[in-house]
């Protein structure tokens, strides 16, 4: 602005009152527009804080959402390891009965040990007796010591009340003696006092073998073999042992029982 156009602009602004109201006037409608620009700029910063704190919020509200759900997720884990802990001590529990039901077997067990010693030592003090009379009354007698060795045998075997005895065949027209025989269970067997030599052994079991075919015919194949020999020689023992392993025939030996239970 020139400066001939600022005296006249101060002259009317002295002199022409109405012109003095009007640019007042203008002066004042400007700073109210420029107030009002302040006002919309602060405005606007104000509608920008409100979004950024909605989007604060939001984000937030989203962790929030995140947060139940790790609650959440960890509350379900919480309950499978209640549920694992719970397994756990239900298998505990099983466990405590098994290892209950062993020690209530073990000491059935003992109970049952302790049984069969009792009648083991029935049996040795039996056995002992028995051949301390079968060294003064050998002969006929050993047959009825024998007879009575067997059933002490079998009852230690499970079979209570077996009955062992003579029995009679006919076969072929020829009358023959079984002297160790038992039905049930099915027991064929021969006793004889002495055996002098291998020759006299294969004789035996021959024997035997003759008598056990006889019973077949009429009863089945035994459950067991026997052949009870009081006092067979060296060599004799040697062949029986040998034809008794061969042939499936249980060997009572008198002098090896003897020196077994130290009579």
């Not at 309950?79 to 719970?86: C, G, I, N, Y």
């Not at 007879?147 to 009340?161: H, K, N, T």
């Not at 027991?187 to 024997?207: L, P, Q």
């Amino acid at each position: 602005m020139s400066e001939k156009l600022k005296r006249e602009f101060i002259e009317l602004l002295e002199k022409d009152r109405e012109f003095r109201y009007t640019v007042a006037g203008y002066l004042g409608l400007s700073e109210i527009l420029k107030r009002l620009d302040r006002l919309e700029e602060g405005q606007n910063r104000l509608l920008e804080g409100q979004t950024k704190l909605w989007e604060e919020v939001r984000s937030l509200r989203e962790g929030q959402n995140k947060l139940w759900d790790e609650v959440k997720s960890l509350r379900e884990g919480q309950a499978r390891l209640w549920e694992e802990v719970r397994s756990l001590r239900e298998g505990q529990n099983r466990l405590w009965e098994e290892v209950k039901s062993l020690r209530e077997g073990q000491a059935k067990l003992w109970e049952e040990v302790k049984l069969l010693r009792v009648n083991y030592d029935r049996m040795r003090k039996y056995m002992v007796s028995a051949f301390r009379d079968l060294k003064s009354s050998l002969g006929v007698a050993f047959e009825d010591h024998a007879a009575s060795f067997l059933e002490l045998m079998l009852e230690e075997m499970g079979y209570p009340g077996a009955r062992v005895e003579k029995k009679i065949f006919v076969h072929g027209g020829e009358v023959v003696e079984v002297n160790l025989f038992c039905e049930k269970p099915l027991v064929v067997g021969e006793a004889t006092v002495s055996v002098k030599d291998a020759r006299e052994a294969e004789a035996e079991v021959e024997k035997l073998l003759r008598r056990v075919k006889i019973v077949e015919e009429k009863y089945g194949k035994p459950e067991m073999i026997i052949l009870s020999v009081a006092r067979p020689t060296d060599e004799a023992a040697k062949t029986l042992k040998d034809l008794a392993e061969r042939h499936g025939i249980k060997l009572i030996l008198g002098k090896e029982i003897e020196e077994e239970l130290a009579i």
